[in-house]
């Protein structure tokens, strides 16, 4: 008879007992309220006094919130309640009474005061809604990368040197100090780094598999603090042989739009507690609007924007552009000077890369970034040279090209913002259970 | 036209592009004989010198290993090869004739050579097969827990201190020298620690969903070289609210089952390439055998063992033990004085503790380590103390147990062991993709 809360619609009209916590309550001194929640769902339950035994009614009356509580009761439709029913309570026994002091409440906290109080901020309805969509992103991402035959491949975090060439490294030692080094020890001494992306590993990856993800926490040691930006996150990596530049974006394209019929189709109940306005999300479907980088620079100064013929674009840029449409918007063939060295250049225009930003309507802004790669040995070696990069530790990657090189494209998504996009989120930081920032690494 | 190998079986008759890698070749002369491979699969390709254009034989007699090429060929049964299929080929192009000096070839070479040449080793037949039974074993988990109302609940890298206390951590500074640190930072000047499990996250996590898992890359500074350790691999953890140690172990049972399930069913190819024999794995099924830990002792020690009473078991214990039964062994409640602090003892015998270990078979041991946690606040506070740990980093752990504590179970497996017993390896080197070990962090 020990049910889940998501169950209960299949059992109208029977007894049920379920186990979980109550999140809030209130009684009239006859019938008491208890909204209960068991991580599956909530519903609420309805106590009458005259007919619960006077015991458990006292029991009830020592209710505190979040205490631990096992409750029976008929499961009757109920049109007024959020999932359609609630419980004609039979039955009360609390597990254990939360101690005095619960230290969140109805009132409006702080993002600060909430966030040294994740673990139990998790508990809202609004974050547990948020770690459910967080959760049918994922699966979407991999049912979809499985159905289009990309195999899941784990890139390192423990690294020797930076993917992208950049400064915003996390840096430890690797068995520097009191290790006793036999002399072939490649890496006694070293320092390792934290990985910021896998693709270069993945690049790796393909020769042999043909097409390969990755999803895992990256680390960025950005000073930034923006509603944007977390030291800590995740990003799923994609990468396919003989896809080009073209090919490579409708994959993303297809991969967006699964994940946001998924949440709509998975996730109604979520999104109504987070009060997310689903219609923009409805208007995600292919095609999306292509511009290229200079077509986009032109939008941005015919709006008075000062911004440079081949400056990137900058987060206010990509806020308002995501303002004027309605389905997501890739940018493609941005400057080569403000881009990796690893993005094959457009072979109609040497000063351009054959890379895409996807961004997201509704003023969040880039999502993905992704390229296709130089594949040629000679031009990734010259490329090397003009970004004054040690050519040394990509020796490994260069095989890539010396042996059996193939054109192939890839791409990144940060689940983060997705997860704030399609919940309708102003910060990321309430897309993960942990953020790091920063200033913050508790609880 | 363009296919892949994997879909060739659909066309037979037909003619069929494919393009991928040359990863052998003979020639007789008239006949040559290309295996090729993209990804999907391998097949053999047939050109006869009599029946293919003159310029496109000539480019087939430069071919060296390991060339990028576009073949194409009609599709024929051919029951001698592996799987079923060869084709009559008609159409020859390279894309890259690999440089000469393919590091990798047909002769016997040493693990440090092939780690040192990860990045190309990985083409090698067998480790495309290891990767994608590894593939395999993740979707099955995946799938597993949600079917069975897990969410996923991505836990922190970065944590402030150590999950159980013990000190074969990475380390690192965290915006500690360089930072512009307002008065309020927390962790200004701090230190940062790599993750070892995310077990304690998921507890919190689970008071708000139920059950959940994480599945990430963990760190272990260990200075072990042995063929079961990593300093980083991947590590799911499971929990579940409501859970006790016998359910506990039913979960553990079932999701190991259907991952040695799926492996059988998806994998034959692989497991073929492998040279696994399948006949142990068909033999696991539940129920599996249970010991407890005095029972195991009692059988070590009858096998002219000198372990103690109270003593954890060894790495060889495990493996004799293994040896001697079919199906995977549980060995439940160990001393609780080589046991994790939050470990919930036995009520029967409080020198013990609620735990298990799952030990594969063939040798192979621990794939697994779970417990009932400690759910009563009062205890969990003396416990911290006995293990001499300082109560105020586990505060917000602790508070799990002031608000709405209730019994609940956990586990994790750690994945490259499981792929080393599921693909029959001896070493986990080859069962991630960029093994890290104490003296590698290259490629």
Excluded at 30 to 52: H, N
Excluded at 294 to 315: T, V
Excluded at 318 to 333: A, G, M, N
């Amino acid at each position: 008879m020990h049910k889940i809360v998501s169950e209960i619609s299949q059992h109208t009209g029977e007894e049920v007992e379920l186990k979980g916590w109550c999140y809030n309550f209130r009684s009239s001194g006859k019938i008491f309220f208890l909204q209960f929640r068991d991580g599956s769902g909530t519903v609420q339950v309805v106590y009458s006094k005259a007919e619960l035994p006077s015991e458990q009614w006292d029991l009830l009356d020592q209710l505190r919130l979040e205490s631990s509580v096992i409750v029976r009761g008929v499961v009757k439709a109920e049109p007024r309640s959020p999932n359609g029913f609630e419980l004609t309570g039979t039955f009360f026994q609390p597990i254990q009474i939360a101690q005095e002091g619960y230290p969140i409440g109805k009132k409006e906290h702080g993002p600060d005061f909430l966030l040294d109080n994740r673990h139990l901020w998790l508990r809202a309805e609004s974050q547990w809604a948020v770690m459910r969509v967080r959760d049918r992103i994922i699966t979407s991402t991999f049912e979809w990368f499985h159905e289009n035959g990309f195999i899941k491949f784990d890139t390192p975090i423990l690294t020797p040197t930076s993917c992208e060439g950049t400064t915003d490294l996390f840096q430890m030692d690797y068995f520097s100090d009191e290790q006793e080094g036999s002399p072939n020890d490649q890496v006694s001494g070293s320092k390792a780094y934290l990985a910021q992306s896998g693709q270069l590993y993945l690049e790796a990856g393909i020769m042999s598999l043909g097409r390969a993800f990755d999803f895992g926490p990256v680390f960025r040691a950005e000073k930034s603090k923006t509603r944007r930006h977390l030291t800590e996150f995740w990003m799923m990596d994609a990468e396919a042989a003989f896809v080009e530049h073209e090919g490579n974006m409708v994959i993303q394209e297809a991969l967006i739009c699964r994940i946001v019929e998924d949440v709509l189709k998975h996730c109604q109940a979520e999104l109504k507690v987070l009060g997310r306005d689903t219609a923009p999300l409805q208007k995600v479907k292919a095609p999306f609007v292509h511009f290229t980088h200079a077509e986009a620079i032109a939008k941005l100064r015919a709006n008075g924007s000062d911004i440079g013929d081949m400056d990137d674009l900058g987060a206010d840029d990509e806020t308002w552009l995501t303002q004027q449409y309605e389905t997501p918007i890739f940018v493609e063939k941005y400057p080569a000077a403000v881009k990796a060295f690893y993005m094959k250049r457009d072979p109609q225009d040497e000063t351009r890369v054959l890379n895409n930003d996807l961004l997201a309507p509704e003023g969040y802004g880039e999502i993905i970034g992704g390229s296709q790669r130089e594949d040629d040995y000679e031009t990734l070696v010259q490329r090397l040279a003009e970004h004054n990069l040690d050519p040394k530790p990509f020796d490994w990657y260069l095989d890539l090209r010396r042996y059996g090189s193939v054109p192939h494209s890839g791409f990144g998504y940060g689940l983060e913002r997705i997860v704030a996009w399609t919940c309708g989120l102003h910060h990321v930081r309430e897309t993960i259970p942990f953020p790091r920032m920063i200033n913050r690494i508790t609880p």
